[in-house]
């Protein structure tokens, strides 16, 4: 669509301003491509064009995601709508709950903003044919973005993404398409979230806790879950309590950011909590502080990934785990879940990155349930019968409940971490991420790497896996790995989904010589040089 013919069809004063303001180099910039489906959805600058997060563009897309419900036979079945409180989400929440009460579709707009895996569950719960959450989840306050959920509450993957992107090419002008008005409705829904989440324990007693939603919609929900949990000892960080979609106190409002967290480790200390927890605004996430010897310290996703994994194989109380059982994680996380659940006589699937293919780790395996699925960027999802998506409230729960867990038998987590360590080897994981001006910056870099492959990291001999060569798995992704069944390392690149970045994962993971202290020395150096590498790609 051309931009005058945009401009004249924006059906929001402020946008089509903004883009008749622009000069013709920016306008081209503007409507160079729209906004497509990443990892998690659409996601996006609040600014006007088809490569925004604005009123025309939802309201396209909207028609769009009704157009594919029916040509796939779901025509008049329930649409669940939910939105944090970034800008411009209430706006644009119940302009997709009203394009698809036009198109027929009963809707379902929850009456307040809501975490994402509350709208996830909601979809699943109430058997809906779709669900969508407006949120840009952990990105800057300038973004808003577009979630999509199918049948069963699963993130969408291809091909109906592609089928929404091009139903949008055909789309009416946004100021042309019906809008029927809509009342919000969902109380019993959230409270049925609620009660699930809290479900996950296996203990009883309480811990104490520290607690920070980073200005998002996740701490109310958090709060009733882990009281009706039994989890009332609960300290939260005030300043970042309220949800704000400036996220004033932080430079960025995801809790892998360094800085974002310093409050929670501060408030976690003054009040002897056992453990902290930060939710990333949209609550789909959720990061673990502990305390140890010289401090508090965040996990890793990973280290959060093994103990929430090994925990929940270790609860299950309907007989034997065998390999019906299935826990999942990604091909950038740490590969010590594999182990774990080789352990426990479960099955682990590898998936591509992103819960939209975790949520299905179990698909094409008769008779085999998914119990666990993480990724290393601190999401979890910890019961799949409720929310097939990562949930950073149930994870939060379960969390404490672990703590209350390994309180009873006088250990705590870093005493867990060493277990795992002693039965599987010492891993450690990082990832270092290099900012770039678009796609295009992002593909030279892949490119190179491609061309010119590193023949050594770190003194092993690597060999080089392309998944863009994988027709079952196939994703813009390099995977270099190098050593054996004792020693070995392992780098992942690959462009992200979300931000404009290319992320390199590292695994190290080293066989015990000696004491734990000094393997754990031996493979922090190994991982050192690793990044080292990974920063000069």
């Known amino acids: ?15 089509a301003a903004e883009l008749a303001a622009l000069s013709e180099e920016d306008l ?25 997060m604005n009123l025309a563009v939802v309201l396209r897309t909207s028609w769009a995601v009704a157009k594919v419900l029916k040509d796939r036979g779901l025509a008049g079945q329930l649409v669940v709508v939910g939105r944090d409180t970034r800008h411009g989400s209430e706006e644009f929440a119940l302009a997709a709950a009203e394009v698809l009460a036009a198109q027929g579709f009963p809707l379902l707009l929850m009456f307040a903003p809501t975490p ?33 959920y199918f049948e069963g509450g699963f993130p969408i993957v291809p091909p109906i993404d592609e089928e929404i992107e091009s139903a949008v090419a055909e789309a009416p002008h946004a100021d042309e398409i019906p809008r029927q008005p809509v009342k919000p409705a969902g109380v019993e829904e959230v409270q049925h979230y609620v009660a699930r989440a809290a479900h996950v324990r296996h203990t009883h007693g309480s811990v104490r806790l520290a607690l920070t939603p980073l200005h998002g919609v996740g701490g109310e929900f958090a709060m009733d879950a882990l009281v009706r949990a039994g989890i009332t000892d609960v300290h939260v960080v005030e300043a970042q309590f309220a949800p704000d979609p ?26 002897d909590a056992e453990i902290a927890i930060a939710l990333d605004p949209d609550a789909d996430r959720c990061a673990i502080g502990v305390p140890t010897p010289d401090g508090w310290r965040m996990l890793s996703g990973d280290e959060t990934g093994w103990l929430l994994g090994d925990y929940i194989l270790s609860q299950i109380e309907t007989g034997p785990v065998t390999e019906a059982t299935v826990v999942a994680s ?11 659940a080789t352990d426990h006589g479960a ?54 409940d672990l703590v209350v867990a390994l309180r009873n038998q006088g250990r705590t987590v870093l005493d867990a971490l060493d277990d795992l360590a002693l039965r599987h080897g010492v891993h450690t994981t990082t990832a270092v991420s290099r900012g770039v001006a678009d796609a295009g910056e992002a593909n030279a870099v892949m490119a ?8 050594l990291l770190a003194g092993f001999g690597v060999a080089v896996t392309d998944l863009l060569l994988e027709p079952q798995r196939r994703t813009d992704a ?12 392992r780098m992942v690149v690959r462009p992200s989904g979300t931000e404009p970045k290319v992320k390199c994962y590292i695994e190290v993971r080293c066989a015990i010589v000696g004491d734990l202290g000094a393997t754990r020395a031996r493979a922090r150096a190994v991982q050192d040089e690793l990044v080292g590498v990974a920063q000069r790609f």
Not at 254 to 263: F, H, I, K, S, T
Not at 448 to 455: E, I, K, Q, S
Request: glycine fraction near 10%; charge should be negative.
């Open 448 to 455: 190179r790497l491609r061309a010119t492959p590193p023949d």
């Open 246 to 271: 400036d996220f004033p106190t932080v430079a960025f409002p995801n809790p892998e950011e360094p800085g974002a967290v310093d409050a929670l480790l501060e408030l976690a200390a003054a009040v």
């Open 347 to 400: 099955q682990h699937v590898e998936t591509l990155t992103g819960f939209k293919w975790l949520s299905r780790a179990d698909a094409g395996l008769p008779g085999r349930t998914l119990v666990y699925a993480y990724e290393e960027a601190v999401g979890h999802c910890v019961d799949p019968g409720a929310v097939r998506d990562k949930d950073g409230i149930s994870a939060a729960v379960l969390a404490c």
């Open 116 to 148: 994402t895996p509350v709208v996830a569950f909601t979809v699943r719960h109430n058997n809906a044919a779709a669900g969508i959450q407006i949120t840009a989840s952990h990105n800057p306050p300038s973004d808003n973005g577009y979630k999509v």
């Open 1 to 15: 669509m051309a931009a005058q013919e945009w401009i004249s069809h924006d059906p929001d004063p402020r946008t």
């Open 330 to 340: 990604t091909v950038v996380s740490s590969r010590m879940l594999a182990s774990i």
């Open 478 to 489: 390099l995977i270099f790995f190098g050593g054996g069944d004792g020693d070995w390392v």
């Open 28 to 52: 081209d910039e503007r409507f160079s491509q729209p906004l497509t489906f990443g990892t998690a959805g659409l996601r996006g600058p609040l600014r006007g064009g088809p490569n925004g």
